[in-house]
Nanobody, 115 residues
Framework: QVQLVESGGGLVQAGGALRLSCAAS????????MGWYRQAPQKAREWVAG???????NYADSVRGRFTISRDNAKNIVYLSMNDLKREDTAVYYC?????????WGQGTQVTVSS
């Protein structure tokens, strides 16, 4: 079992920045990849960025160049640094981890970008 807890969401003006954190606990040694998803009102959840335990980071086209995903393996924390935020980035952001073929999710953190 893996537990994920996000933090760092909030209200920010367009063009601003936020950094989300996701702390993993439990059976963290089994995690093969972590990432971030988001869900805007009346929209499906969409993938934002991923960082495997081994390999390169990858990003959705909509955030590439503005968002950066990073991981502190010693602390079992994954970060999402978001710059040049746009109104369309408004969503609940969810941390995701994959472990032995199972998907684990955090409770979500709200990001609201105002104009």
């Amino acid at each position: 079992q893996v537990q994920l807890v996000e933090s760092g969401g909030g209200l920010v003006q367009a063009g601003g920045a936020l950094r989300l954190s996701c702390a993993a606990s439990g059976d963290t040694d089994c995690i093969s990849a972590m990432g971030w998803y988001r869900q805007a009102p009346q929209k499906a959840r969409e993938w934002v960025a991923g960082i495997p335990t081994l390999g390169r980071t990858n990003y959705a086209d909509s955030v590439r160049g503005r968002f950066t995903i990073s991981r502190d393996n010693a602390k079992n924390i994954v970060y999402l640094s978001m710059n040049d935020l746009k109104r369309e980035d408004t969503a609940v952001y969810y941390c995701h981890a994959r472990c032995r073929g199972y998907d684990y999710w955090g409770q979500g953190t709200q990001v609201t970008v105002s104009s």
